[in-house]
């Protein structure tokens, strides 16, 4: 069984408010995106990895040359996260095994170590449903609806991060009959739909998905931290 990275890095990052797509703004000066990449070349249990972008992208192909070794851009970016990733799966159908694992991992998501990879590999490659990085809760949760607020129970709650691991042909199915693909958010509540119980594996905090301009701070003093922390 070998393992693959996908990167969705299709999006604009409308909350960010850049002059170009948030996956290419510099973290350390050097562009996210090449920051995420690297997590993956630098692990010796990852296979390739994929990125998919958008097909008119115009920063893809500085940030990422044609000869960096074990990366191949796929310019089949789709309208949301879920059809970027399932237009990425669709094109590596001759290329990727059914039983082989896809790690689906965010751009935004620059500060992942190898060693998180390997953490992932190591407690979730067998498993048939896969699994995820993901953090449990620490604050106390609210939830807010027609004025009313209320305090919801924490135990039990994660976040969920990625990579999110799955093989190929079970990960492919799920987004291709999930109901109501706008629902989704990640690509392991596509698989709890077939009825299946992904594993949650515990991340770290520098594994943040750089969402908000104060994010890209948080993200670069962790990059500046030894990263088997
Ligand atoms: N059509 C899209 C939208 C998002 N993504 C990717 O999905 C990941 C997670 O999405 P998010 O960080 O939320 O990206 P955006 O939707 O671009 O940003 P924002 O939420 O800030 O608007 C990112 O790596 C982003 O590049 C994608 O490949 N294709
Ligand atoms: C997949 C994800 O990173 C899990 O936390 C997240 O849902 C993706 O971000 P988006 O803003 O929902 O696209």
Redesign the pocket.
């Known amino acids: 069984m070998n393992y693959f990275a996908l990167i969705p890095a299709a999006?604009v990052g409308a909350r960010m408010a850049a002059g170009c797509p948030k996956q290419y703004l510099p973290l350390l000066g050097k562009p996210m995106l090449r920051h995420t990449v690297e997590a993956f070349t630098r692990s010796p249990l990852i296979a390739h990895t994929y990125v998919v972008v958008s097909a008119g992208d115009g920063y893809a192909g500085d940030v990422l040359p044609a000869d960096l070794p074990g990366v191949t851009v796929l310019r089949c970016g789709g309208a949301?996260?879920m059809e970027s990733i399932r237009n990425g799966l669709r094109l590596l159908g001759g290329t990727i095994g059914p039983d082989d694992r896809v790690l689906?991992h965010?751009a935004?998501?620059p500060g992942l170590t190898p060693a998180l990879t390997a953490k992932l590999i190591d407690a979730a490659g067998a498993d048939p449903a896969g699994g995820l990085l993901a953090l449990p809760v620490v604050d106390t949760v609210k939830s807010a609806a027609a004025g009313k607020v209320a305090t919801m129970p924490r135990t039990g709650l994660w976040?969920?991060?990625?990579p999110?691991m799955f093989p190929y042909a079970l990960l492919l199915r799920a987004l291709e009959e999930a109901p109501d693909p706008d629902a989704i958010?990640?690509?392991a509540s596509a698989v709890e739909l077939l009825g299946l119980s992904p594993r949650l594996v515990e991340g770290h905090p520098r594994n943040l998905?750089v969402?908000l301009p104060a994010d890209i701070r948080i993200a670069e003093m962790y990059l500046t931290m030894d990263p088997e922390t």
């Open positions: 999006g949301t996260r689906v965010d935004a998501r976040l969920a991060q990625t999110q958010t990640d690509d998905k969402t």
